[in-house]
């Protein structure tokens, strides 16, 4: 990250229209480096659609995004990689007959030399980069699960959910982003599996010094738990920020989200 941006993302009143339905609606937030920051709300009320307008997947209607002080607003999604952001979905993408070091290396094409001179005839150098990232990718899985950094060349369908989030989130990782984003990481695990990713999270976060995360989630123990700050969307409006404690009571937020009336 370039010296002095504490501030590693900022929306500036971000606005997403699909026709007459406004999915975001003059939002503002900020994220520091090394926060880790919650985005809540209910379903519709815009959290996915804002890390799709912050990728390049959707272009803003309104509003600025700044990252490391440079403005990116419509960035097309690869010149948002390149700049630094990458972000994990919902539903899986993991190609399951390919091995968990082939998915990783999915997210460091933009690191890869494909020319095809460079593949063909310069077969030390090429076998040398493949070695190194293989590396790259063993110890990024090691934070996740030791065992698992053993078993690199094993195809992704024979391991069980809360793998596939860890392979999904090195694949991200191995780009070296300084914004992480985690799109309800916790979807369609047990709740058992649920604490060990809380585990994972924090644990990356103070082994890759910088990085910042923004983790949208419905699961409240995890963003209790994880995060510093949280932002509540509601119909693409932010209702309310501060610590999670100061959210749960918030009134607004209560009636909003956590159903009481």
């Known amino acids: 990250m370039t010296k002095g941006h504490d501030k590693v993302l900022a929306f500036r009143g971000l606005t997403k229209r699909f026709g007459g339905v406004v999915a975001l609606d003059h939002f503002d937030m900020e994220v520091d480096e090394g926060q880790i920051m919650g985005l809540i709300g209910p379903n519709g009320s815009g959290k996915t659609t804002s890390f799709n307008v912050l990728t390049g997947i959707y272009e803003a209607t309104g509003g600025t995004i700044e990252f490391l002080g440079q403005d990116i607003t419509n960035w097309t999604a690869q010149k948002v990689c390149e700049a630094g952001v990458a972000r994990t979905f919902q539903r899986s993408r993991l190609c399951v007959e390919l091995s968990i070091f082939d998915n990783i290396m999915i997210g460091n094409h933009q690191n890869l030399n494909h020319g095809l001179m460079y593949n063909i005839f310069q077969r030390k150098a090429l076998k040398r980069d493949l070695q190194e990232s293989f590396e790259q990718a063993k110890e990024l899985m090691a934070i996740f699960n030791p065992p698992l950094a053993g078993r ?110």
Do not use: W
Not at 216 to 242: A, P, W, Y
Not at 250 to 255: G, I, N, P, S, T
């Open 152 to 261: 690199m060349m094993e195809p992704v369908r024979n391991f069980g959910m809360i793998d596939r989030r860890r392979i999904e989130i090195c694949r991200a990782l191995i780009s070296h982003p300084r914004l992480l984003l985690l799109d309800e990481p916790s979807a369609g695990m047990t709740e058992d599996e649920t604490r060990q990713l809380m585990d994972d999270i924090l644990v990356v976060r103070d082994k890759i010094k910088g990085l910042s995360i923004i983790l949208v989630e419905h699961e409240m123990g995890m963003i209790e738990r994880v995060t510093d700050r949280c932002v509540v969307l509601n119909f693409g409006q932010k209702i309310c920020e501060g610590a999670y404690r100061e959210v749960a009571s918030d009134k607004l937020v209560q009636e909003a989200y956590l159903g009481v009336e």
